[in-house]
Structures are given as C-alpha cells and as structure tokens.
C-alpha cells in the first residue's frame, strides 16, 4: 500500500484505481464546526450538564472506551435490532485499531490461528503479522465462504495439536472481492462457529453501499450465543481522516489472570495502554454525523450508497465497453459485477507485480492496485483491483480506456514473449 502511495505521488497526473477512499462529492455533508455543536447540543440534553462542561469533555482526555458508546448502542438497536449494552462497544481509533485490539486480547497461544476469509483486507494480514498471529486462509465462494474448507481446517488444525480460535470476515461487499454472503451461508457459518467453539471477527467497512431498505441482516443481528466481535468504521461512511471506528464486543472471556470479563473490559484495557482513547474530538464529530441522519448509521449510509453503486455501475458499463473487444483475443481476461462496495477484481493473463504496474502508470496514466496483497498465503498473481469509490464518472470513463490501451500493449507484449 505504501508503494501504491508513492506510485501516485510519482504520476500525480495518472488516474488512480487505487484507494478505497471516499469521494470528495461529500466533503460539504460534513461541517465539522456544525457536527461539534450538534454533539455538544446532544451531551447538554442527555446529561444536563453545562455547555462549558459539554465543550470541556471533548478537549480532554476521556475515557478509553469512549464516548459514543451510547450513541452507537442507539444505532444498532434502531438499525438492526441489536440489543447490546453501550458498555460493551468500544469506540477505536479505526478499525484497524479495533482489529489489532481483538485480535491481542483473543489470541494468547501460538496455537491459536485465525482463519481469514480470502482474498481479504491487508489490514487484517498486517496486524496478525504485527502480533505473530499465524492465519488461516479460507476461500471465499461466489456467494459466501467455502464452509466445508473452513470445517477441513478446524479438524486439521486440532489434528496438529492447534486451534483456530477465530475467522475474520466482510460479508458485506467485502474489500477486495465486493462479493456479499448469502444468508442462508451466514447462518451455517454461526452454526459451524458453535459446533467448533470460534470466534466470528465480522468487519462490515462496506455494508451501508447495499443501499436497500431491507439489507441481509449482519452476522452481530444474527448471532444469539455473543460468538461474533463485530468491527465497523466511520471511515467510509464518514470520512477516514475522523480516524474513527467501534468493536461490539459482548462476550465474555477469561483473562490473563484466569478471571471472567467482558471483552469490551480487555480491550478497553488495551486501548489504555495503546493509544490511551480516540481523540473525543474526532469522536464528537462522527457523533454529530450520526446525530444529523436521526442517529442512525444506515440512514448516514443511506445518502451515499446510491452514489457509490452509480460509480461502480459507471465503471463496469466502461469495462464492458472497453474490455470487451480484448477478450476475444485474450479470453482468460474477466472482471467480477459487484452489486455493492468499492471495488472490482480484473482477471488477466500476465504476471501481475509492481514493475508492471508502475509500466501502466508510466507510460499509459493508469494505476492500480495488485492482488497479491490480498492473499495472505500467495495467489491472486494474474489479478488486480479496481477502486471506483472517489472518481468522478469522466476519470472512470477516461481510466477505463488508458487501462485497455495498456492490457492490449501488455497481453500483446506476453503473447509473443517480451515485456511491454
Ligand atoms: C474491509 C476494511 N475494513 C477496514 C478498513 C479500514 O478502516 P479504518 O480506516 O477505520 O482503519 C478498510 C479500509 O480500506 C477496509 O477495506
């Protein structure tokens, strides 16, 4: 990710697909003045306390597992119908914090493994490996995950004297899939997650892009036995400069001293040792998003996703057009139809590394992100990802026909054996 950063700054004029970042188009939804008084307003109602006492609290320190803990308690109640006390949400410093967080205080053994849901998020890749957490890949289906691999490598992982003590998985347009699970498959996976006694780590950064009023419930709404530590973001939805995300973690575990406790208790623990608490400015502005769309996250969500599916719609009808006339060559080239999220995964036959891809930004103005990254162990080699998320409709249009200038060069180049 790093080397896409300087990649770009390399070719400031090379249209990125890149990030999955937010687009600029909702810059002016978020008046962080306008959001700070709404959160105050808010505190000033809830609490009775003063509006200097109220203005106090977010210039200080605060407590470690925040300060929107109610808020979003609130929110996932009127949303989903989730019924979890505010004492058990932490309010992290992203959801990468919240990721390392859980994955510290739930895994104590080097026998513990995670199994991850791949191709998947290089967030969750990097922070096992930061943790000497070894993974687990488990391949993603075009509706779900494929269970009878996940059941297989719980009953080796036993049969080796380890244990896989949690999955981690984006059922909701997952990054970089954008492949969504069915139902019918969450429910066997919290079936199979009580059978085996794992851990469920749901990450839902992209779930508010479904846009319909009655989305698949989240696997936190289906779970009734506290099995899944659900991790959400405001970084996609709100902004990622905020630095703002929050783990619903509702069960009980036994800690390092053999006691009982909540893991929202272990991990606000953590956090205090970590990064102390997430800046209650930041949170304070997130809570006033929230509190301008009637205190629901999918209503904060609800503005956008119409246009994030357009781009993404924008993008595939480009693929189509432009990439079409190269498969008949080439046939082995394909590209996935996402129904939701930021992305699109491209087949193609070349050995896809960073050397061709600074070849396309050089010479062709097109970037893009390689799929290896994704596939914590090894593949994903002839594939790259497409971030439609922050361009404007011309840079898709115009990103489209520079990458078909530079698959036609560089398929061209492979077929007869030399570089592009
Ligand atoms: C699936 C997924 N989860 C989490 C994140 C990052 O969240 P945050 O910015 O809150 O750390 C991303 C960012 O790309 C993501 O794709």
């Known amino acids: 990710m790093n080397f896409l950063n300087e990649i770009m700054r390399e070719y400031p004029s090379a249209i990125s697909f890149g990030p999955g970042a937010p687009n600029h188009a909702f810059r002016d939804d978020f008046s962080i003045p306008e ?3 709404c959160f105050e307003e808010h505190l000033i109602e809830q609490t009775g306390c003063t509006a200097k006492d109220a203005s106090n609290l977010l210039y200080d320190y605060g407590p470690s597992k925040g300060i929107l803990n109610r808020l979003i308690a609130d929110a996932l109640a009127m949303d989903e119908g989730i019924d979890v006390a505010p004492s058990s949400i932490v309010v992290t410093v992203g ?3 919240a990721m390392a967080l859980a994955l510290r205080a739930l895994f104590r053994s080097p026998r513990d493994l995670l199994a991850v849901v791949t191709p998947c998020y290089v967030g969750i890749i990097g922070a096992a490996k930061a943790l000497g957490v070894d993974t687990v890949p488990i391949d993603e289906t075009d509706n779900g995950l494929d269970l009878a691999g996940l059941a297989g490598a719980v009953a080796h992982a036993r049969s080796q004297g380890s244990n896989i003590r949690a999955l981690y998985v984006a ?13 019918s498959a969450r429910e066997q996976l919290l079936a199979l997650a009580r059978k085996e006694n794992f851990f469920i780590v749901e990450d839902t950064a992209y779930a508010f892009t479904a846009g319909v009023p009655d989305p698949t419930p989240s696997l936190k709404a289906l779970d009734t036995e506290h099995r899944v530590v659900q991790i959400s ?11 703002v995300g929050f783990v619903v973690a509702d069960q009980r575990t036994r800690n390092a001293d053999g006691k009982d406790e909540f893991l929202a208790d272990a991990l606000g623990r953590l956090k205090s040792m970590i990064s102390v608490n997430t800046s209650p400015i930041c949170q304070a502005v997130a809570g006033g998003m929230l509190l301008r769309h009637g205190g629901s996250i999918r209503a904060l969500g609800r503005a956008k996703a119409d246009f994030y599916r357009s781009n993404l719609q924008a993008l595939i009808d480009a693929l189509d057009h432009k990439l079409s006339p190269l498969v008949a060559e080439w046939p082995t080239i394909a590209w996935t139809r ?9 087949k193609v036959p070349l050995e896809v590394d960073l050397n061709l891809l600074r070849r396309s930004a050089g ?5 893009w992100t390689p799929m290896v990254s994704f596939h914590p162990a090894g593949g994903g080699r002839n594939e790259i990802r497409l971030s439609c998320s922050y361009l404007t409709r011309e840079q898709i249009q115009v990103g489209t026909e ?10 061209a180049s492979a077929t007869q054996g030399s570089d592009p």
């Open 35 to 37: 959001c700070l008084a």
């Open 95 to 97: 959801a990468q914090e």
């Open 171 to 183: 059922p909701d347009f997952a990054n970089p899939s954008g492949t969504i699970i069915s139902r």
């Open 233 to 243: 973001t405001f970084s996609k939805i709100g902004s990622p400069a905020l630095r």
């Open 338 to 346: 996402p129904e939701g999220g930021f992305f699109v995964r491209l």
């Open 363 to 367: 010479e062709y103005g097109v970037i």
């Open 402 to 411: 520079r990458l078909a200038s530079f698959l036609r060069a560089a398929c």
